[in-house]
DNA sequence: AATCCCGATACCGCAACGGTATCTTTGCTG
DNA sequence: CAGCAAAGATACCGTTGCGGTATCGGGATT
């Protein structure tokens, strides 16, 4: 039968692309993986990856039991929070972007559970598609995020200021510098938002891409090994980076892109006394003179 | 981990109330039920059931599930279906009602899939609530169904006309009688179909409904002992039963009712050849002059 | 008070899960 | 082209946990 713990494995090892690494992630083995592949895809009756030396690609049936699986988790996870909601129970979701923000979450979130113990948290890491990390559709009542989007509607406070980056391999030619601009990386793959996404967010990373050409896979990907930052390929992340990076690659900052926002936010009209707390600590987590 | 079999362990219990029946009909025995809403309540954190001594009442979080996990499943299937889909494979949807179309698809599926064996069959179950059994969303590609309801848009053929019935219990006054008018039943509780089900489905068994008081407990409720009719606390149900009725129920048919028609149906804009050989095979099924 | 029925619990065998060790294949490399 | 490295598959194993039978405890009914 098709449960649910197959399809977490399986959206790790889509997304991963490579067993390993997925097991990794889920902090298990590889060969459960295998077992676990082998068994949807003797349910569905179906091929889903194309295994290779190298790693593993997805089938075309692949690709869409990933799309039906992240959908069909988040549905759960939503279930369940209005359950326990309908039991009386106050939740809050946090929206953490995939960068920086997932471990700042997780700190923050342990803040608010000492002053508010009684409310359950839920954190919602949503990807780079949306800014708001579900504040509009309310899959989300605070979010840890970046300026610049399209935030009419949405209340922000800025936490950090953060230097645009790239992240280059240690064999790149530019590797070794601390500062670049964006035409040094004229031509080069670049990650691209998929279009429907926030205007302003996406007219803000396009003013990076814009010098490179489009990018052959999968339009953003999360690299969970460096919660710091978004890596694809050696492309674009954030910084600063307070973890290493990992062997292999090194870190420029791109002068010519204006500074990313770390923001506590949340939809106006949703205000509550427990978001306005949970702003609160953020804001205050990150005031410089906090001693 | 809140996994699907869990979910639809908890869906049969909401749906019959009573841990026994819920066993049964899942064709397993009762104590991992008593262990699978124990690892629901507390995965969840939230008590689900109110037990008592005739059987098990949901709490509002229990209702919440219910409905959820209802959904969760539906997309669960739907998702299952896509992929396939997505592989190349081809599939043909058979919602059926809850009732004696039950059976009978099931007995036609055997049909179709001899007559193609490559296509996949799916049966998806809908409750009265929707006599289209989600053709009308593309939920279901063809249908086992009754009319009458909204057919604009659908194509059916009658297969057999049901002459509408009710059921009683053994010791009800007006058990024995073989035929009964609606006045007879006069100031009895009956059941209801909710608001925005579709108009002229409503209405026809409002035709019915309107002699009788609202029911107090949920609107609808299928009951799986006896496939070939609804029943409902000794409610109205539809004949012939060609099953035997479960001990101390007996049946009486209503005379002043229209009779409801047992139909396949489709969507007129989704007819496709696959459709139409199901829709061959069903009427000639119940060809009279068949030999 | 005795009985009945329902859900909970105890316990058991077995299937399935995840882990370790190893094999096969494939792409790369000297 | 031989050898190596890496990735996924397979074999096997200990443990978990699922579903089954037997039994208990507690309301409701008579």
């Known amino acids: 039968m098709m449960e649910l713990r197959l399809l977490r494995y399986f959206v790790a090892i889509a997304e991963e692309r490579h067993f390993g690494r997925a097991a990794a992630r889920l902090h298990m083995s590889q060969p459960p993986l295998s077992r676990a592949v082998k068994q949807l895809e003797t349910d569905l009756g ?6 290779s030396a190298t790693g593993a690609e997805l089938t075309p049936a692949g690709n869409a039991l990933y799309m039906e699986a992240r959908t069909l988790l988040e549905q759960a996870e939503q279930a369940r929070a209005r359950v326990t909601a309908a039991a009386g129970a106050v939740t809050l979701t946090i929206g953490t972007l995939a960068d920086s923000a997932g ?6 979130a342990a803040t608010f ?17 949306d800014p708001t990390t579900g504040l509009r559709n309310g899959l989300a009542d605070v979010a840890l995020t970046r300026l610049p989007f399209d935030d009419i ?9 953060d230097p645009v980056g790239v992240v280059l391999r240690a064999d790149d030619p530019l590797a070794g510098r601390d500062t670049l601009c964006l035409a040094d990386l004229a031509g080069r793959p670049w990650f691209q938002l998929p279009e429907g996404t926030d205007p302003v ?10 010098v490179g050409e489009r990018p052959a896979g999968p339009v953003v990907r ?3 090994e460096c919660t710091q930052a978004v890596l694809w390929n050696g492309m674009v992340g954030i910084a600063p980076l307070t973890h290493a990076l990992p062997d292999g690659l090194t870190w420029a900052i791109l002068t010519d892109m204006p500074p990313s926002l770390l923001v506590v936010a949340w939809a106006t009209e949703h205000e509550s006394p427990l978001v306005r707390s949970f702003a609160h600590i953020a804001v205050n987590a990150y005031r410089p003179a906090q001693t």
């Open 201 to 210: 967010w996406r007219a803000y990373w396009n003013g990076a891409t814009s």
């Open 113 to 129: 559970r000492r002053r508010h113990p009684k409310v359950s948290i839920r954190i919602r890491e949503a990807d780079f598609t």
């Open 222 to 224: 999360t690299v969970n």
């Open 46 to 51: 179906v091929v889903l990856l194309r295994r």
């Open 103 to 108: 471990e700042t979450g997780t700190r923050l």
């Open 153 to 161: 509607g949405i209340s922000t406070r800025v936490l950090r200021s």
